[in-house]
């Protein structure tokens, strides 16, 4: 199985950038596509964006197209999302998972998550 711990999160504001790390423990991180995934308050969970297992792929949501990157560094087993130009909507706890499918994006392996606050 796969251990995920995410860190990073904090309060910034309106504007800013942030980079989230999802550290990863066993042996197979190599083999699995990764996403990123958000949850505000009252709302449900939100895709974020996902990367393959090369990394040479990636697709995001709607809302974060333009001022988030996902990346990853195999030989580190992490994966990071950078956010950049962060509004308040984007204030929710955003969690790493580790995806069966990168097509489908459904989450095999979870983290516990990491709470961002945007300010105004």
């Known amino acids: 199985q796969v251990q995920l711990v995410e860190s990073g999160g904090g309060l910034v504001q309106a504007g800013g950038s942030l980079r989230l790390s999802c550290a990863a423990s066993?042996?197979?991180?190599?083999?699995?596509?990764m996403g990123w995934f958000r949850q505000a308050p009252g709302k449900e969970r939100e895709f974020v964006g996902k990367?393959?297992?090369?990394?040479?792929?990636?697709y995001y949501g709607d809302s974060v197209k333009g001022r988030f990157i996902i990346s990853r560094d195999n030989a580190k087993n992490t994966v990071y999302l950078q956010m950049n130009s962060l509004k308040p909507e984007d204030t929710a706890v955003y969690y790493c998972?580790?995806?069966?499918?990168?097509?489908?994006?459904?989450?095999?392996?979870w983290g516990q998550g990491t709470q961002v606050t945007v300010s105004s």
């Open positions: 998972a580790a995806l069966d499918s990168y097509v489908i994006a459904q989450g095999r392996y």
């Open positions: 066993g042996r197979y991180f190599n083999n699995y596509a």
């Open positions: 990367i393959s297992w090369s990394g040479g792929t990636t």
